[in-house]
């Protein structure tokens, strides 16, 4: 590296600047103009997964009955359940088994509602992170909840996604990232019942 870039690399690797600004200069973009665009995001699963084939079962039915009918509504599917029983295992298996449903994009989103010494995710941070993630530059994202909710709404539109949120706090948190039309699933393991 010479020039810009090598300046830019520097300090990011010394925490002094901001690492988009470096991979946006590699590139020839404006520093801020970078998006990450990873749209297969899922944790990997795990070869021995055992039990819970009745509630895969279960799943994946109501899944399939859901794409039989058709419908105009985001499938939602809450996972809950006590700490320790596997909800995030179950969900990102699940998940992996379902992705050849939804060729646009797996995203995974922990929401760290309990997560030891973390405050739970800002939807409005979930959504600005989700954004960048999906391929929205960061100058096209806005500040605030109802204008990110917006935009993701808007950049999701007639497109398959599944969205898997995991360690969900409650509705208020959830409901934000939701996309806005048909086609997509959204998986949400929470330690509360969500309805």
Not at 25 to 52: N, Q
Not at 65 to 72: E, I, Q, R
């Amino acid at each position: 590296l010479g020039g810009q870039p090598r300046d830019l690399f520097l300090a990011a690797a010394r925490g002094r600047g901001p690492a988009a600004a470096v991979l946006a200069a590699g590139k020839g973009l404006v520093p801020g103009a970078f998006a990450a665009s990873v749209t297969r995001g899922l944790p990997r699963d795990i070869a021995a997964f055992t039990g819970r084939e009745a509630e895969l079962a279960h799943l994946l039915g109501a899944l399939a009955s859901a794409a039989a009918v058709g419908g105009g509504v985001v499938g939602i599917h809450a996972i809950d359940g006590m700490a320790g029983i596997g909800k995030t295992t179950f969900a990102v298996h699940a998940a992996h088994r379902l992705t050849g449903a939804f060729p646009d994009g797996q995203f995974f989103w922990p929401l760290h509602a309990h997560t030891a010494g973390q405050r739970p995710v800002d939807p409005a941070d979930a959504l600005a992170s989700l954004l960048l993630t999906a391929g929205v530059s960061a100058a096209q994202i806005r500040p605030g909840l109802e204008a990110r909710a917006g935009r993701w709404r808007d950049f999701m539109a007639g497109k398959k996604i599944l969205l898997l949120l995991d360690d969900a706090a409650g509705h208020d948190q959830v409901a934000p990232l939701l996309p806005g039309t048909a086609g997509s699933l959204v998986l949400v393991t929470s330690r509360r019942r969500l309805t």
